[in-house]
């Protein structure tokens, strides 16, 4: 049997490949040291897990990020004729696109979404998770999926957006349903694209609406903003006004949902970890550091070759999936040694779960203030916190790796 063949005959193979494996890490190691670039049948795309690989494909201008192509084409007719609206929607998010749109695009975006913002903002995160302690600690038992972790980036973006908070449920459903649809690799993406798609008509219907209420009566928030640039020379599209603006709303969300969930349960399950982060609070930024690379929020950057290219001598065709495993090259032991080891304290924790290059996470600096914030409330609040319930189940998707629920007791 050939090494790749015997990846194939791992049921944890086909078990990642249908979307559902909880702990993809030992799939992942094997996949890295046996075949680091695996062409996968199921998923119809390229597999690259080593970190100096993922690296160079994420600096590499050959490797397109405009892909939704690839996702239309996956689609069988009529589905993929009835998906089109939503297939140009998500053309126009940022990081579905290439130069010279995508530098147009994100020169426009970095005026007014600078990293200032992120520290500006540090009062408000704090009072607003302070709120949401609140409410959850007099309960002493919570989700913290649900009571916390979602609520808190949610209401910050929609701060900086200008978005009013009255929608919360519609708000979780539509951005859940869009991020798994433009994460979805391979025929899979037939079983998300109709709930996407009425989401997406919700959504950018909504947007249109307070898009035109900024621009009668504009008020100091980003939606205002974006709604001014539209209007300049060699400014914005109305579709990519609509694509910038719900790719931030979609991006702020559940990333950091998912970071915050992540990090709570690394802790969880290395108590001397934790002790150490109470003992040492000056450790909090190097520890979600280490939560990223540990639990990497995306897992996944998609790519689409613009040309034939080689890679660990296989020859990748024009127009293939390329996957780079965001997740698998974190924990690549020729990188990061022990990798499967939570250290908060870990030096030179040159993770990607932000990416890398022209497409680097324009949110970092805020998802990573966020996290801080709160969870240093939370551990100064909560001198303990146990999980109870069940074992916290893990979504159903290969891009978010992401908590449905997260039961704790704080006191
Ligand atoms: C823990 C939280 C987050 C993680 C792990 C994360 C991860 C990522 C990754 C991996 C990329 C690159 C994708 C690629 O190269 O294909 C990216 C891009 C991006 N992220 Fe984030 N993100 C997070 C939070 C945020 C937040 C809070 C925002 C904004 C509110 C945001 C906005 C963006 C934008 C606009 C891009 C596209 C940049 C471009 O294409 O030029 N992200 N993010």
């Not at 995306?298 to 080689?310: K, S, V």
Request: neutral net charge; glycine residues 8%; aromatic residues 6%.
């Amino acid at each position: 049997m050939t090494r790749t063949g015997r990846i194939e005959a791992l049921e944890d193979y086909h078990r990642y490949c249908a979307g559902g494996l909880t702990d993809p890490y030992p799939l992942f190691h094997r996949l890295r040291s046996e075949d680091p670039v695996h062409w996968c049948e199921p998923l119809n795309g390229w597999l690259v897990t080593r970190h100096d690989d993922v690296l160079a494909g994420l600096r590499d201008p050959r490797l397109a990020s405009d892909r939704i192509s690839l996702s239309m084409n996956a689609m069988p007719e009529p589905l993929r004729t009835q998906m089109c609206p939503l297939g140009n929607h998500v053309s126009n998010w940022l990081g579905f696109t290439d130069p010279p749109k995508h530098t147009r695009m994100r020169a426009l975006i970095m005026k007014v979404f600078t990293p200032r913002l992120a520290e500006e903002m540090s009062p408000r995160i704090a009072e607003i998770a302070t709120g949401l302690l609140d409410r959850a600690l007099c309960g002493g038992e919570m989700d913290f999926m649900g009571g916390f972790a979602f609520p808190l980036p949610a209401s910050v973006i929609c701060e900086i957006l200008g978005i009013p908070m009255d929608y919360q449920a519609r708000f979780r459903r539509w951005a859940e349903d869009m991020l798994l649809f433009a994460g979805a690799v391979g025929p899979s993406i037939a079983k998300v694209a109709v709930p996407a798609h009425k989401s997406f008509v919700e959504l950018t219907g909504y947007f249109r609406e307070l898009t035109l209420q900024r621009r009668r009566d504009p008020r100091p928030d980003l939606l205002s903003a974006l709604a001014a640039v539209e209007d300049e020379e060699g400014g914005l599209s109305e579709a990519e006004l609509m694509g910038l603006s719900v790719f931030l709303f979609i991006a702020g969300h559940e990333t950091t949902v998912s970071l915050l969930g992540n990090g709570l349960l690394a802790l969880l399950n290395h108590p001397d970890e934790l002790t150490r982060l109470r003992r040492e609070p000056g450790l909090m930024a190097s520890a979600v550091e280490e939560f990223l690379r540990y639990e990497s929020p995306i897992q996944i950057a998609t790519r689409r070759p613009i040309e034939d290219l080689a890679m660990r001598e296989k020859r990748i065709r024009r127009g293939q999936t390329v996957v780079l495993m965001l997740g698998a090259a974190n924990r690549d032991p020729e990188r990061f040694p022990e990798p499967d080891r939570l250290d908060i304290g870990r030096p030179e924790n040159k993770h990607t779960a932000f990416g890398w290059g022209s497409h680097f996470c324009l949110g970092a600096p805020l998802a990573r203030i966020e996290t801080q914030i709160a969870l240093r409330l939370l551990l100064d609040r909560a001198p303990t916190i146990q999980r109870i319930g069940e074992a916290p189940q893990w979504r159903a998707d290969n891009n978010l790796r992401s908590l449905r629920r997260l039961d704790i007791n704080v006191s």
